[in-house]
């Protein structure tokens, strides 16, 4: 987890599924309790980087083109998503984290280049994910460096599944490994990059609701704490 390795692409967006084993409690999600979670105790939820504020963060400068700051913003989430991964990745492995898991009994599924699901610990699904999101970066076809060169037709839908992705990895980290994060104090960092991004995603449109409703409940905690 944390490295690019060569893995299949994924050409849909990879399917996400809700678990009724009763042992799912079992497959890595043991780091909260369904009753009172963690990363929305007051105490924690509360914490950020000092002086982030959103709007500004997040807002589209005038004369700026539509598209250079989707693909400028979206380097940048995926450089410091890629970071925390790397950093989290003795951690996350499949022995801790045998399935790609979010909050509740969300499932991450991923879906290979010729339709194929597979079900895989979640250190491979975030490979699988950095990887795709990094090849995609680094195709001039579609994140073009060259002045002048325009986006492809489908840009959006693109940086719409990359922002997917990224959402996935921190609700992983939010729901399997939130304990360590505090133990390492980088909650305030996970939380301000949490809120930055889903309020970029909400101005932007670039998220459904069902997407986010895995942890719909920390975007309303950190809300009501100013992160807004």
């Known amino acids: 987890m944390g490295g690019c390795q060569s893995y299949p692409s994924a050409t849909e967006t990879d399917a996400i599924h809700n678990s009724s084993d009763p042992n799912h409690e079992k497959l890595g999600i043991d780091n909260n309790n369904l ?7 007051k105490q924690n939820v509360s914490l950020r980087i000092p002086h982030a504020d959103m709007c500004l963060l997040t807002t589209r400068p005038p004369g700026v083109d539509e598209a250079e700051w ?13 970071l925390l991964t790397s950093a989290m990745s003795e951690f996350c492995t499949p022995t801790t984290c045998p399935v790609a898991c979010g909050p509740g009994s969300t499932v991450y599924v991923w879906t290979d280049e010729q339709g194929k699901k597979l079900k895989c610990s979640a250190p491979l699904y975030f490979d699988y994910a950095m990887c795709y999101v990094q090849d995609l970066l680094g195709d001039e076809d579609v994140f073009p460096t060259k002045s002048g060169t325009p986006f492809p037709r489908g840009f959006v839908f693109l940086v719409q599944k990359v922002f997917l992705l990224l959402f996935r990895t921190l609700a992983h980290f939010y729901w399997s490994h939130y304990r360590e ?19 970029f995603c909400r101005q932007h449109a670039l998220l459904e609701p069902e997407d986010t409703a895995p942890l719909q409940d920390l975007v309303r905690a950190l809300q009501q704490h100013g992160y807004s």
Do not use: D, M, S, V
């Open 35 to 41: 009753e009172e979670r963690p990363y929305l105790q």
């Open 70 to 82: 989707l693909a400028t913003n979206t380097i940048a989430f995926f450089k410091n998503i890629n």
């Open 181 to 199: 994060t505090l133990a390492l104090g980088l909650h305030p960092h996970l939380n301000t990059l949490f809120a930055h991004l889903t309020h």
